[in-house]
């Protein structure tokens, strides 16, 4: 299984600021999603970040609130920008191992944010 | 897109006694579907997964049953300890095009002494 490096763990932040995260893989990943969960919910898929081309965002989810970078096959990030009190919630990045048949979806640790 | 159902939203049993969570899903290319289970402030974790092309899967205590053809697959847990408490989530995927994994909402599993 790939292991997940998601920081920061947690962050408190200030309405109007911006929150980036990162996420690190042990190993060469084509695929990487971000989602997010907000409290006592299920998990939304805001975007798929593929290596060399741009992030390919969910309905509802768009590219100047959400940028994400993927400069290579094992980092990514994924910015929060002008946070809002409704944007807090965890967000967790996750990888797809199509190798084979070893088709398996892991999660980083995720990031709690909280907007004052 | 893909819809995922998930029911129910709450489980109370016993320590003991067996828990069943069914899922339906609405697209018919979906051929992968796992399980995840998520204790408090904590990262879902991949308990157990199915494909399309088995109807059963068992791993110890959890089994996944999957009708392709009623598009709904359960999670059954037996002999239920406190540990198993937490938050599950059934999701789809479809392996072939690499659409997204859509989740279902959640159902909260309590298992009381």
């Known amino acids: 299984s790939a292991v997940i490096s998601q920081k920061p763990s947690r962050d408190i932040c200030q309405r109007g600021t911006s929150l980036t995260i990162q996420c690190q893989v042990d190993?060469?990943?084509?695929?990487m999603f971000w989602y997010r969960q907000q409290p006592g919910q299920s998990l939304t898929l805001i975007a798929t970040a593929n290596q060399g081309s741009e992030a390919t965002y969910e309905s509802g989810f768009v590219i100047d609130k959400f940028p994400i970078s993927r400069p290579n096959l094992t980092f990514s990030t994924l910015t929060v920008s002008n946070l809002s009190p409704e944007d807090s919630s965890i967000y967790l990045c996750?990888?797809?191992?199509?190798?084979?048949?070893?088709?398996?979806?892991?999660f980083g640790s995720g990031t709690q944010l909280s907007v004052l | 897109g893909e819809n995922v159902e998930q029911h129910p939203s709450t489980l109370s049993v016993q320590e003991g006694d067996s828990a069943v969570i069914k899922c339906t899903y609405s697209?018919?290319?979906?051929?992968?579907f796992p399980w995840y289970k998520q204790e408090l402030g904590k990262r879902p974790q991949l308990i157990i997964d199915?494909?399309?092309?088995?109807g059963e899967k068992k791993d110890q205590r959890i089994a996944v049953t999957l009708n392709k053809t009623a598009k709904h697959f359960s999670l059954h847990i037996t002999e239920t300890q406190p540990e198993d408490s937490a938050v599950y989530f059934c999701a789809a995927y479809d392996t072939g095009t690499a659409s997204k994994l859509t989740f279902g909402t959640g159902t909260r599993l309590q298992v009381t002494l």
């Open positions: 996750s990888v797809e191992n199509r190798g084979g048949t070893n088709e398996k979806l892991f």
């Open positions: 697209d018919s290319a979906s051929n992968y």
């Open positions: 190993s060469q990943v084509t695929m």
């Open positions: 199915i494909r399309s092309n088995v």
